[in-house]
Structures are given as structure tokens and as C-alpha cells.
């Protein structure tokens, strides 16, 4: 995934840590564990959600493996420690994250280069490597910016 060169520079100049490290690992107990305590005595259920959790898990680690900078793949790890032991929600997660990076593309596209760096800093320094919460962020000061110069 190509991301603008320009909010990956911001970023590292606001202080976002670049660590690239494996990937987590699957935990089949846990996931077992999980889906048995949503489905208790159904087997068939429980299996669907095993299957489903480790189809996430395989979507996760290539879309983790995808990523052409350190730094969003530390955004999309955060995914998996706010849902442990249930990645289909990881990798639910990891993919509005990343269509987030692209909707913060869009805007600073909307904006002056220098309107859009300041945003996304403003942005960042609030809302750290939460993509989401960025892009939602952005879009609230990009309109706010635009209504200024009308």
C-alpha cells in the first residue's frame, strides 16, 4: 500500500515510533475459548466463529505484511491488542484503519499543503496512530477551514 509520502514525514516528525517486529501470532486456545463462551453448546456456531477468526487472522497478517512503512503496520498491531483473541475484529479493525489513512489522503488533497500539515498534526498529536479518529478529526478541521474562507 503506497501511502503520501507527506503524512508519513509529518508523522515521524511528530514523534511516531517506527518498530516493525513479527506479527502476532495466533492463538487457537484462546480463540476457542472465546468462541465457546459466545456459543455454549453450539457446536456448530462455535466452530463457524473459529473459522471466521482464523480467516481473520490470515486477512490480518497480509494485510499486515502489505504495509510499506513500519508505522502503520504499529497502527494496525494496536488493533489486535484492543481485540485479543479475536481477529476477525483485528482485522475488521486494521482494514477502516488503513481506508482511514486514504480518507486523510482525500483531505489533505481538499486543503493548502501547509493548512493540511498543520491539521494533520493537530490531528496526530490528538489522536496518535488511531487512523480513524485522524481522519475524523481532519474532516471535522478541513470543513471548519473551508467555512473560514468563505
Not at 514523534?15 to 492463538?27: C, I, L, R
Not at 465457546?36 to 494485510?63: I, S
Not at 499543503?113 to 474532516?139: P, R, S
Request: aromatic share 10%.
Amino acid at each position: 500500500m503506497r501511502i503520501d509520502a507527506t503524512i508519513l514525514a509529518v508523522l515521524v516528525l511528530l514523534g511516531a515510533t517506527q518498530v516493525h517486529a513479527e506479527g502476532p501470532a495466533y492463538n487457537e486456545p484462546a480463540a476457542k475459548e472465546r468462541c465457546e463462551t459466545e456459543w455454549p453448546g453450539n457446536f456448530q456456531m462455535t466452530k463457524f466463529c473459529l473459522d471466521q477468526d482464523a480467516a481473520g487472522y490470515r486477512e490480518f497478517t497480509a494485510l499486515r505484511q502489505s504495509l510499506d512503512a513500519d508505522l502503520f503496520v504499529q497502527s494496525v498491531d494496536e488493533c489486535v491488542a484492543e481485540w485479543p483473541a479475536n481477529f476477525q475484529m483485528a482485522n475488521f479493525c486494521a482494514q477502516e484503519r488503513i481506508k482511514s489513512l486514504l480518507s486523510i489522503e482525500a483531505l489533505q488533497e481538499d486543503v493548502p499543503e501547509a493548512v493540511g500539515t498543520e491539521i494533520l498534526g493537530k490531528c496526530y498529536a490528538d489522536w496518535g496512530l488511531n487512523f480513524q479518529m485522524v481522519a475524523f478529526c481532519m474532516e471535522q478541521q478541513v470543513t471548519a477551514w473551508k467555512e473560514l474562507q468563505e
